[in-house]
């Protein structure tokens, strides 16, 4: 499979695992299965508690918020990502996460904000910034490992204060560089725990291993720790795009957020192609703040593409 191809599919994997989760979250285990029992039946992308059928929630919105900055501004500015967040967070976004929204809207400039937040608080370890990182890992992966950790603690620490978010990012982001290069993300885990800060190795080193399962969460799967290791489970547990995102979206919970990281690492280790043509056609990611603009499918691949040639 061409790098490109998985590029592409690491952008729309995530945003299509965040449109199918939106309408369950905060939902049990097993709503997704009980109301879809049957794989590759169609209808799943129902629409639902405020969702329009394929309509991208903030992960995906935050996703090309950060695509269209990196193309636009040639590499990584991070005043201008904070200042892209601000206006969207000011234009009324449908969703938006309790932490993103203060830190976006405290006042503070774009490097003290998330610090700030997290001294006040001591609680910033959300997955909000792993929920919107596909299009940075995209963009990064070429520039080799460090360069593309670094940028995604960078990138995540504009709205999250706890350094255990920027580690969660920046796993990922190793994650999909691997496998953009034809690696199996399944079994990248080991090596990249030891690129993960020794501060917060250990936790990485429990929710991603082999045999944890996301019953085993010591939190709710709104922080980054089981948020991250669900959607490796998903993927290690399941033989395909769809079954992986069934499985995703059936735990329950932050359904969205787990289901766009699943399908980030799903859709760039099994390919457009495995990505039912159902779940992409009707996708459509609304930029809040952003004089009314929509993108559709087509929109959002031609994003992915430039990402992926771009460094
Ligand atoms: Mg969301």
Redesign the pocket.
Known sequence: MKRMERAVATVVGSAVG?AL??PF?FGPEGAFSARFPEPGHGGEMCGGGGWEPGE??????MAVLVAESLHQRGGLDLPDIFARFQRWAAGGPK???LQTEDVLTNGMPWDLAAATHFQINQQAAGNGSL?RASTSAVYFASAGQSATMDAARRIAALTHGDAAAWEGTAVFHELIRRTLAGADPRTAVPDILELVHPDHRQRYATVLADDWHPDQATEFNGAVWPCLGTAVWALRSTTGFEEAIRAAVDVGG?T??VA?VTGGLAGAWYGLDAIPARWTEPLHVPLPGFDGRVLALGDLIELAQRLGTSV
């Open positions: 965040d989760g939106a979250e991208a929630t903030d992960d995906t919105q969703d938006i996460g929920m932050d969205d957020t766009a």
